[in-house]
Nanobody, 124 residues
Framework: QVQLVESGGGLVQAGGFLRLSCAAS????????MGWFRQAPGKEREFVGG????????YYADSVKGRFTISRDNAKNTVYLQMNSLKPEDTAVYYC?????????????????WGQGTQVTVSS
């Protein structure tokens, strides 16, 4: 069992930046591939990016590639989402998720545990 708690969301102007954190409690955080998803009002939840167990591999959605960076600190049981050059279309609730699968999946059904989400609003 893993409990995930996101933090760091807020209101930012277009072009600005935010760093989201996701703190995990429970056992063996380093055994989980971690993902970030987002959901805007009226839209389906979409994959943002993911990071391997060791942190050595990452994968991003095309919409955020080059602007967002995912990292993790297994000693602190925390995964981060650094978001730069934010756009109004990045506005959404952002969720972190953990999967026991050994690869980064873009499908939300592949993830076993979810945080409660944190709101990110980007004003134009």
């Amino acid at each position: 069992q893993v409990q995930l708690v996101e933090s760091g969301g807020g209101l930012v102007q277009a072009g600005g930046f935010l760093r989201l954190s996701c703190a995990a409690s429970g056992r063996a955080f380093s055994n989980y591939v971690m993902g970030w998803f987002r959901q805007a009002p009226g839209k389906e939840r979409e994959f943002v990016g993911g990071i391997s167990r060791s942190g050595g591999s990452t994968y991003y959605a095309d919409s955020v590639k080059g602007r967002f960076t995912i990292s993790r600190d297994n000693a602190k049981n925390t995964v981060y989402l650094q978001m730069n050059s934010l756009k109004p279309e990045d506005t959404a609730v952002y969720y972190c998720a953990a999967t026991r699968a050994g690869w980064i999946s873009t499908a939300h059904m592949a993830y076993d545990y979810w945080g409660q989400g944190t709101q990110v609003t980007v004003s134009s």
